[in-house]
C-alpha cells in the first residue's frame, strides 16, 4: 500500500524568509515524487518530480525539493517566499510496482504575508 | 499544457439520480485519474485506468464507476448520487509511470 502524508495544514512565512512545506510517503516499492501547487478556483499545476539520480530536484518557480530516502521524505523548498506565492500545495507519490495509482496528500495551505 | 477537459463543469443534480462525469485527453496518454477534493481531505483518489479497459479502485470508490473503452475517455458514473458526493471533481491524464499527471479545470457537482 502506498501513503502520503503532509503534517501541517497551513504554513505562515514573511515574503522574503525561505518557505519549507513537509511531505513524507510510504511505498512498498520505490517511490515516484511530486509536487503541486492549486491556486484558488483552478485546477492543478506541475512543480518538480524526483524519479532517480541527485537527490536535490528544481523546478519552476524556484521551488526544489529534497529527496530523503532514510527519512522517506521529500520537502519543498523555496529559498525566498514572495506574496504570490501564497497557495495550496500538494505532494504525490506512484509506487513504481504499482499500476500507475496516484496518490495525493492532504495538501498544505501556504500563506506568505507582506 | 496537456489537451485534458471535463464535462460538465457544473451540475446541479437531485439525490438518488445517476451521473456521468466525462473527461478527455487529446495526448493519448496512458494514465487517466479522477479525484475529489474535499475541504480537510484534500484530493482522494476515487479510480484509475491504466490502459484501455483496465481500471482499478481509489481510496474512496464505494458509490462510484468508471469506464474507459477509448484511450481518450475515462467516465465517471455515479450510479445514486447522495448529498455526500456533493464535491469538486478532477480528471487528470499521464503518460508514463515516471511522468507528471496534467489536471482538468474540475466539475462542481452539488447533490440536492
Known amino acids: 500500500a502506498q501513503s502520503v502524508a503532509q503534517p501541517e495544514d497551513q504554513v505562515n512565512v514573511a515574503e522574503g524568509n525561505p518557505l519549507t512545506v513537509k511531505c513524507t510517503y510510504s511505498v512498498s516499492g520505490n517511490p515516484y515524487l511530486f509536487w503541486y501547487v492549486q491556486y484558488p478556483n483552478r485546477g492543478l499545476q506541475f512543480l518538480l518530480k524526483y524519479i532517480t539520480g541527485d537527490n536535490l530536484v528544481k523546478g519552476s518557480y524556484g521551488f526544489e525539493a529534497e529527496f530523503n530516502k532514510s527519512q522517506t521524505s521529500f520537502h519543498l523548498k523555496k529559498p525566498s517566499a514572495l506574496v504570490s506565492d501564497s497557495a495550496l500545495y500538494f505532494c504525490?507519490?506512484?509506487?513504481?510496482?504499482?499500476?500507475?495509482?496516484?496518490?495525493f496528500g492532504a495538501g498544505t495551505q501556504v500563506v506568505v504575508t507582506p | 499544457d496537456a489537451g485534458i477537459t471535463q464535462s460538465p463543469r457544473h451540475k446541479v443534480t437531485e439525490t438518488g439520480t445517476p451521473v456521468t462525469l466525462r473527461c478527455h485527453q487529446t495526448?493519448?496518454?496512458?494514465?487517466m485519474y479522477w479525484y475529489r477534493q474535499d475541504p480537510g481531505h484534500g484530493l482522494r483518489l476515487i479510480h484509475y485506468s491504466y490502459g484501455v479497459k483496465d481500471t482499478d479502485k481509489g481510496e474512496v470508490s464505494d458509490g462510484y464507476s468508471v469506464s474507459r473503452s477509448k484511450t481518450e475517455d475515462f467516465l465517471l458514473t455515479l450510479e445514486s448520487a447522495t448529498s455526500s458526493q456533493t464535491s469538486v471533481y478532477f480528471c487528470a491524464s499521464a503518460q508514463g509511470m515516471n511522468t507528471e499527471a496534467f489536471f482538468g479545470q474540475g466539475t462542481r457537482l452539488t447533490v440536492v
Open positions: 504525490a507519490v506512484r509506487d513504481i510496482d504499482s499500476w500507475g495509482k496516484l496518490q
Open positions: 495526448e493519448n496518454h496512458r494514465y
